[in-house]
């Protein structure tokens, strides 16, 4: 698949027919693999995240390495503004719950590939997006299957 057809499927139509078997199957693929977060510890490390982002170019919320899936925030960050602002509140609620399925795909994905494929593919892909197709740091990192998919 080419370039461009990557960066179609990243838009893609949400009244397709592909589009929607695509969500469903993220749907039933996220309940699948609650298993693995059990296994899984989660740390978090405000201080890294900064510094990432810092790097990166962009906010970073969390990553997975083997074992721990590393947040820049935790669930509890935000309680002080759940009286006065409470809509406000239950968006950032709602985005950390997002947050820490989007990590839990991406480790059901490292254990899928036996974590240096997953290792490898990231990377491949990341560098195929960057160095051929020409792209944006942003634009390479977000049309990685593995991102597209969590």
Known sequence: M??????????????????????????NFSTRHKSIMILSKVIHTPKLFEI???????????FVIPFFILLRYRRTD???????NYRW???????????????QIHHYDMYRL???GFYVQYIGEYLYYRLICKMS????????????RA
């Not at 080419?2 to 749907?27: K, M």
């Open 2 to 27: 080419g370039c461009s057809q990557r960066i179609f499927l990243l838009e893609g139509n949400p009244f397709s027919s592909s589009y929607i078997l695509q969500r469903s199957a993220l749907v």
């Open 52 to 62: 990432w982002s810092k790097i990166n170019g962009f906010e970073v919320a969390g």
């Open 78 to 84: 935000w309680d002080e503004y759940k009286l006065s």
């Open 89 to 103: 509140w239950l968006r950032r609620i709602k985005w950390y719950d997002e947050t820490i399925n989007h990590e």
């Open 114 to 116: 036996f974590i240096i």
């Open 137 to 148: 740091h942003y634009d390479a990192y977000m049309s990685i299957s593995f991102e597209r």
